[in-house]
């Protein structure tokens, strides 16, 4: 299936639920990489959609990818972004972060900003072939967050 059957829209209440599983399938994967759950299979999915704005990549009826981000006074902060695991390698996550840029232009920012777990070294190189760079590191729970960031041209 190619990205033209993929469609988006906004998350309501009700799709908690589905994002919460779509999370935790993408996610798990890293789980013995880490050695723990990351922090996102652990997050509270119904207060998140009822405080920040996520879309939903559609296929078949069904959530295959979201991107959860919040509109910062100088950049579009990228909380979540996630695709299923069976929709990987289709170009869903970056469709996901082009929404991003475009939320970021409409709200006047030229600037997305991220973070990942260092030991996510497939989600480090997807970020950096997608135009972000490392701004810095930092150590956390025995790990390494990488704080990335994009610059955009209006």
Same mark, same amino acid.
Request: charged share 30%.
């Given at each position: +299936? !190619?990205?033209?059957?993929?469609?988006?829209?906004? &998350?309501?209440? &009700?799709?908690?639920?589905?994002? =919460?599983?779509?999370?935790?399938?993408?996610?798990?994967?890293?789980?013995?990489?880490?050695?723990?759950?990351?922090?996102?299979? =652990?997050?509270?999915?119904?207060? &998140?959609?009822?405080?920040?704005?996520?879309?939903?990549?559609?296929?078949?009826? #069904?959530?295959?990818? +979201?991107?959860? !981000?919040?509109?910062?006074?100088?950049?579009?902060?990228?909380?979540?972004?996630?695709?299923?695991?069976?929709?990987?390698? =289709?170009?869903?996550? %970056?469709?996901?972060?082009?929404?991003?840029?475009?939320?970021? %232009?409409? @709200? @006047? =920012?030229?600037?997305?900003?991220?973070?990942?777990?260092?030991?996510?070294?497939?989600?480090?190189?997807?970020?950096?072939?997608?135009?972000? !760079?490392?701004? #810095?590191?930092?150590?956390? +729970?025995?790990?390494?967050?990488?704080?990335?960031?994009?610059?955009? !041209? %209006?």
């Amino acid at each position: +299936m !190619t990205n033209n059957a993929i469609r988006f829209r906004p &998350a309501a209440p &009700a799709d908690a639920a589905a994002i =919460r599983d779509i999370v935790r399938s993408a996610y798990a994967r890293w789980v013995p990489v880490i050695g723990r759950e990351p922090l996102p299979m =652990r997050a509270d999915y119904d207060k &998140a959609v009822a405080e920040h704005p996520f879309d939903l990549a559609i296929e078949e009826g #069904r959530v295959v990818g +979201m991107i959860e !981000t919040m509109l910062a006074d100088d950049h579009l902060w990228i909380e979540n972004v996630c695709v299923a695991p069976e929709a990987q390698g =289709r170009g869903i996550g %970056r469709l996901l972060l082009d929404r991003a840029e475009d939320k970021a %232009r409409d @709200g @006047g =920012r030229n600037e997305l900003r991220l973070l990942t777990n260092g030991a996510f070294e497939a989600n480090v190189f997807l970020y950096k072939r997608h135009g972000y !760079t490392i701004d #810095r590191e930092e150590p956390f +729970m025995g790990g390494t967050t990488v704080y990335m960031s994009k610059k955009l !041209t %209006r």
